[in-house]
């Protein structure tokens, strides 16, 4: 496939991106407190092998070392994540301390030519606010913004991009009603409350941002999963329309001036006849808060890794849906490599919300990697990689405003519930050495990086 960098735009951001708990480690340093991914991560069955973040890439320690190996890869951003509970161990007092270390890192990209993207939330609730409700309790909202004003107060004269939350639909929805995530808690209701006060903090959150920041950027990223049809019935279009509504508009509505949206609010509320039965649980929504949501945004982040093939099923299913899973390639993480998707949802999320500008803030893929020789050959990484990108530039070429895209992930990581099982990284991470090992994908980002410049 021929791909060039000359081929994007001369300003198009090019980065990798990680997130704290993943990398971080040093989970008592500097008067960290502890987070809710600590507590579920040290509770028996709760990620694969009893892994937890302890350590993880011992990145606290080596950032210096891992800035020189985004400068070796040409990357020229890097997205990661400020941890919570460095910065307010208690949830209520401030640990300058916490900061320092954003402070140092923030430093170190500026020295190499790289721009920090800086995410407020990715995952890791301070365990002290959880102790008082965690994001089912609205106090959260008031926390949020404090923590989203200290962070930026310290570090807005260097960190000009700010991403508010993470991926809000997994931290409700696998936090709090699968419970495959912490905190672990499975009531729907709950879920769908938590949905509410994270877009809450994410609008409350942006002003404030902005006050701190000169020339701030702010936007927020949503985990995006096109959701198609098994045919073209009408009961299995219903019920991706259903599924669209909960994963995709149920978060980009709102930040769009829309509220929730109608038919989503309806299902909440109502039920699915002959399958759940209402009353169910729309979200407590206050005057002035539709307002809020609806924060002017400079970009939207978008996640993408598959899509989901919907049909219509009675029983067993949540929302009447059954996930199809169509012949063809998938990743160690049991994703189907599906690049047209990506395409399409570029231009799905251009005509329907038209924001300032759209980045991907995160693709990439899980593979079975296997360190030979002091090397990983990767191929499937590589073309996964070159047919989203090739993706983005069929969605640029029709007129959508991407302007940059993110690499999952800059290394090997904890990869949550999965733990150290599934390998992402352009890096490969030797976790006992800490070793980190250029991939032979990590090899085509620095040639491809390399042409154009
Ligand atoms: O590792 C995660 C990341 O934290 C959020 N987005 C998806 C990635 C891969 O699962």
């Known amino acids: 496939m021929h791909l060039e960098r000359a081929q994007f735009p001369g300003d198009f951001v090019w980065g990798t991106a990680t997130a704290a708990y993943q990398i971080e480690g040093a989970v008592r340093e500097d008067g960290r407190g ?32 891992d800035v020189a190996l985004m400068k070796g890869l040409g990357v020229n951003a890097y997205r990661f994540s400020v941890a919570w509970p460095r910065v307010f161990p208690d949830g209520r007092t401030l640990n300058p301390r916490g900061l320092d270390f954003y402070d140092r890192l923030a430093d170190a990209l500026l020295e190499a030519g790289i721009t920090p993207w800086a995410t407020l939330y990715h995952w890791d609730l301070p365990q002290a606010l959880q102790n008082q409700g965690g994001w089912a309790s609205r106090g959260v909202v008031d926390a949020f913004v404090r923590y989203a004003d200290a962070v930026t107060r310290r570090l807005g004269s260097r960190v000009r991009h700010w991403i508010t939350l993470n991926e809000p639909w997994v931290f409700s929805f ?49 985990n995006y999963m096109p959701v198609e049809p098994f045919s073209a019935t009408p009961a299995d279009q219903a019920a991706a329309r259903r599924l669209d509504g909960v994963f995709n508009r149920w978060f980009t509505d709102p930040l769009f001036g829309r509220g929730y949206p109608e038919d989503t609010l309806r299902l909440f509320r109502l039920g699915l006849p002959g399958f759940l039965q209402g009353p169910l649980f729309p979200p407590r929504v206050l005057p002035g808060d539709l307002e809020a949501v609806a924060a002017p945004l400079d970009f939207l982040g978008v996640n993408f890794y598959t899509r989901f093939v919907a049909r219509a099923r009675r029983g067993g299913q949540p929302l009447g849906t059954e996930q199809v899973r169509p012949e063809g390639e998938y990743t160690a993480m049991g994703w189907e490599v599906v690049p047209h998707a990506l395409r399409d949802l570029l231009l799905r999320l251009h005509r329907d919300y038209a924001p300032k500008a759209l980045l ?26 070159q047919l989203h990108l090739a993706a983005c530039l069929e969605a640029i070429h029709a007129g959508v405003p991407l302007k940059g895209y993110f690499a999952w992930s800059l290394l090997d990581n904890f990869e949550w519930a999965e733990g150290y099982s599934k390998r992402f990284g352009l890096y490969y991470t030797d976790y006992p050495t800490q070793r980190r090992i250029l991939k032979d994908s990590g090899r085509w980002w620095r040639e491809f990086l390399r042409g154009g410049r």
Request: aromatic letters at 6%; proline letters at 7%.
């Open 360 to 385: 991907i803030t995160e693709n990439g893929a899980a593979y079975p990697d296997v360190l030979e020789q002091n090397t990983v050959h990767d191929p499937a990484r590589t073309r996964y990689f």
């Open 34 to 65: 502890p987070s809710i991914w600590d507590t579920f991560s040290h509770t028996p069955g709760k990620t694969r092998a009893g892994d937890t973040g302890d350590v993880a890439c011992d990145h606290y320690r080596r950032y210096r070392e």
């Open 174 to 222: 696998l936090g709090h009603a699968t419970g495959q995530h912490a905190p672990g808690v499975r009531n729907v209701p709950r879920a769908v409350q938590v949905t509410h006060h994270a877009l809450l903090a994410h609008g409350r959150a942006v002003p404030v941002i902005r006050g701190n920041v000169p020339g701030a950027r702010v936007g927020i990223t949503n």
